[in-house]
């Protein structure tokens, strides 16, 4: 039922936002932003059980925890890097947005080169 909330509050924050945008553009964007951030605090919530999961059959499995942790945060700076820039889009900001996502893409790189580095490795080991 978190779904329905979270669109409920998107959709209220958005009436909000068009009633004020005429009036105070600087309120609606400030509504804009606090919606988001509200949003994002309540997936994030949910998030931890997900992780737990993800331990267990990493454990179970005995995958290099640093494997696991470096995947999880790729993943993390994807989603802050998109809702960052997705916050600059709503300000008007398109040109700083795209320098938002391509540093997220650029910091994405750098963490996946142990894995990579380490995938090629095992690919020379396999071959004869």
């Given at each position: 039922m978190?779904?329905?909330?979270?669109?409920?509050?998107?959709?209220?924050?958005t009436?909000?936002?068009?009633?004020?945008?005429?009036?105070?553009?600087d309120?609606?964007?400030?509504?804009?932003i606090?919606?988001g951030?509200?949003v994002f605090?309540m997936v994030?919530?949910?998030?931890?059980a997900?992780l737990?999961?993800l331990?267990?059959y990493a454990?179970k499995?005995?995958?290099?925890m640093?494997?696991?942790?470096?995947?999880?945060?790729?993943i993390?700076?994807?989603?802050?890097?998109?809702?960052g820039?997705?916050?600059c889009?709503?300000?008007?900001?398109g040109s700083i947005?795209?320098?938002v996502?391509?540093?997220?893409?650029?910091?994405?790189?750098?963490l996946a080169?142990?894995?990579i580095?380490?995938?090629l490795?095992?690919?020379i080991?396999?071959m004869p």
């Open positions: 978190d779904i329905l909330q979270i669109v409920g509050i998107g959709v209220v924050a009436v909000m936002i068009l009633v004020l945008k005429a009036q105070r553009p309120i609606a964007l400030l509504v804009s606090i919606t951030i509200i605090m994030a919530a949910r998030l931890s997900v737990d999961l331990n267990s454990r499995v005995n995958i290099d640093a494997y696991l942790t470096t995947l999880l945060k790729i993390g700076i994807a989603y802050i890097a998109e809702f820039a997705e916050i889009k709503d300000a008007g900001e947005a795209s320098k996502e391509l540093a997220g893409k650029v910091i994405i790189m750098v080169v142990p894995i580095t380490s995938l490795e095992l690919i080991r396999i």
